[in-house]
């Protein structure tokens, strides 16, 4: 679908959430056109199962709890103690689908997020709110839940509440304030984002699933190893010893990750300690496994003993590869809800994908060189041999 100007305006504040249960401790709003806004968070939800299936008796939601808005005293002074409504927060859950039905614009001009004098007349909207427009498959959908300050009171809460989640899809949530005597706002609280069957966010759940098979097929191919490891004993290398090592990583990791995981989906947090260990021991694996096929191109274990003087020149690089790729995990997985910004991923990106590329650049060039070591060396061998005959 293409996205109107409005949607910008939005998704540039969408962040891909990768927890269940969204803090606000002490969250500030964000001036964002004529309004002021902050971002709830988004995530994929399943729709709630339909009675009949096996678990007919989950359901989807996404639920407010102990939600409270603070406004500076500068703010409340400018009211009445006996004000009914002295400030508007709106509290915006849309599907990705809908993100258009969000925002208006007058005579072709910017869109905007909150109703101004001009869209009321064209839009039919009530101007200082924001600009709803009734979902084509669903009317109910935006929905808009209103909270207000009263008299002079600084804070306002939110009453506990639950919307359920009838339609697959990609959800983004928004608490939006139009009254400009609002600036300054902040927030206190959380939501709780649920699938049927668990915390994780939709687009994770598969990868349950993926990280038990992969460990299955990892406890496979580890029982072979370790058969033919035992068989042939006598004649063992040094480099399988390390292919044993990058084989037992390889299951611990997945192991991690599906506990991990399971972890995540039964509580709807991230445990930082195993994320730790999981992202740890797969920067190990990663790094060893680089190393191992770097070696081997390079000869070790096939014309040399060692590698000599390159050994130490190696291990840098195998340290550099592993520290960029450890700072780019755990600022991804680690203690994090919201995902890395667009600059800050970049920052930690570039250093692990430069290190990727010179290392396979110099996989290929020591294998190149490698194989010709190889084909002079059998070439000299048949040239002895011819001789002796």
Known sequence: ??????????????????????????????????????????????????????????HSFIRFENITFWRSKEAADQHSDMGHSTGLIQVVIFEAADRDNI????????????????????????????????????????????????????????????VPITKTGMYNLFFISCDPKLKGLVMNGKTLWKNPDGYLPGRMAPLMKFYVYMSLAYVLLCVTWFFQYMRFWKDILQLQHC??????????????????FENFNRTGTRPVGITTWVVTVGAVRRTVSRLLILSVSMGYGVMRPTLGGLTSKVLLLGITYFVATELLDITEYVGTINDVSGRARLFLVLPDAFLDAFLILWIFTSL??????????????????????
């Not at 679908?1 to 500030?28: E, K, R």
């Not at 292919?243 to 991990?260: D, K, Q, R, S």
Request: hydrophobic residues 40%; aromatic residues 6%.
């Open 103 to 162: 925002g208006g614009s007058a005579y072709g001009g910017q869109r905007s997020i909150c109703c101004t004098p001009d869209l009321a007349k064209l839009e039919g909207c009530k101007q200082g709110e924001v600009i709803r427009i009734p979902s084509a498959t669903d009317i109910n959908w935006p929905i808009v839940l209103n909270v207000q300050f009263s008299g002079k009171s600084l804070s306002t809460s939110m009453a506990n509440s639950e």
């Open 243 to 260: 292919i044993t090592v990058v084989i037992a990583l390889g299951l611990f990791e997945m192991i991690l990750w599906y506990f991990e």
């Open 1 to 58: 679908m293409a996205s109107s100007p409005s949607s910008p305006l939005l998704l540039t504040f969408v962040s891909s959430i990768n927890a269940s249960i969204h803090l606000y401790d002490h969250q500030g709003f964000r001036e964002v056109g004529n309004s002021y806004l902050l971002s709830g968070g988004s995530e994929g939800i399943v729709a709630s199962s339909t009675p009949g299936t096996a678990i007919s008796h989950a």
């Open 368 to 389: 190149s060189k490698t194989l010709e070591q190889l084909q002079v060396s059998v070439l000299r061998l048949l040239s002895v041999l011819s001789s002796s005959c």
